[in-house]
């Protein structure tokens, strides 16, 4: 198995959640970390805690909708630490409500963060990692960025996109040594529900299948020790996504009916994350 000791990774979002958990498990392997989240007193919860581990971290405050400040992260990366050699694309947030009734404002701050905050990492990074001949972009998405539901439209959208620049930039790179993945997870419970805009009464929490940062962590670093084009955490979801595809009335249907259900079902502190 693949040693990561020594090895360089940003990561944005890092302050909360998924990117909390990632950075935490790569440090553990021996992989330094430079992290990004707008949230400056939570990273530096994150640096005492890689460093208590024994790892090394730095942290910016980052807001990955400026793409000065993602510059300025992986800048710091290499003034740091001399190489970048994974750039793992986590920020991001979400909105619930139908698509006729989301404000313009909501779906292109989903877009300037979501999608662009995306776009200007791989930009960041690319020119680094193509100097030393050698890379990986981890661009963390969703399972809806291949199959929306009901109320999930605007943010459903902005991960149909990190999806298809994910799978551009993996052809575009080919023989270059440098290699794309898309991470697809389900509802992770985090806050990510928590502090998303929805409707009264949709439920703070994951609909349906729900995993632990800590187990996306896990999948990320073990595709960062070997990389794979496409990670889905839940495997039969799948086939779910198959069939969809070749059926897509039927995915209506039954997506319909099963997301107004649990819509339904009444609110409480719940776990939450990205879906």
Not at 4 to 25: E, P, Q
Not at 246 to 268: E, H, K, M
Request: hydrophobic share 45%; aromatic share 6%; with cysteine.
């Amino acid at each position: 198995m693949a040693s990561l000791k020594g090895k360089v990774a940003v990561v944005t979002g890092a302050s909360a959640g998924i990117g909390r958990a990632t950075a935490l498990a790569l440090a553990r392997q021996g992989v330094d970390v430079v992290l990004g989240a707008r949230r400056e007193e939570r990273l530096r919860e994150v640096v005492d805690a890689v460093e208590a581990g024994g790892g090394r971290a730095i942290a910016l405050r980052t807001d990955v909708s400026q793409r000065p400040q993602v510059e300025a992260l992986v800048g710091a990366a290499v003034e740091r630490f001399g190489r970048l050699d994974v750039m793992i694309s986590n920020a991001g947030f979400g909105y619930y409500g139908t698509v006729e009734e989301t404000p313009e404002e909501e779906f292109r701050r989903l877009l300037e963060v979501n999608l662009m905050g995306t776009f200007y990492g791989i930009q960041a990074a690319l020119p680094v990692m193509r100097r030393q001949g050698s890379g990986h972009i981890v661009n963390v998405a969703s399972v809806v960025g291949r199959r929306a539901f009901p109320f999930h439209g605007p943010y459903a959208a902005s991960k149909f996109a990190v999806v298809g620049l994910t799978e551009a930039l993996r052809s575009e790179l080919a023989g270059s040594g440098i290699v794309a993945t898309a991470v697809l997870p389900v509802g992770t419970r985090t806050e990510f529900f928590e502090v998303a805009p929805r409707p009264a009464g949709y439920p703070a929490g994951p609909l349906g299948i729900s995993q632990s940062p800590e187990k996306v962590a896990k999948v990320i670093v073990s595709c960062v020790r070997r990389p794979r084009a496409e990670v889905l955490l839940v495997p039969p979801m799948r086939l779910a996504l198959a069939l969809a595809v070749l059926f897509p009335g039927l995915a209506d249907w039954v997506g319909g009916r099963y997301y107004r259900r649990l819509q339904s079902r009444p609110t409480g502190a719940g776990a939450s994350g990205h879906t």
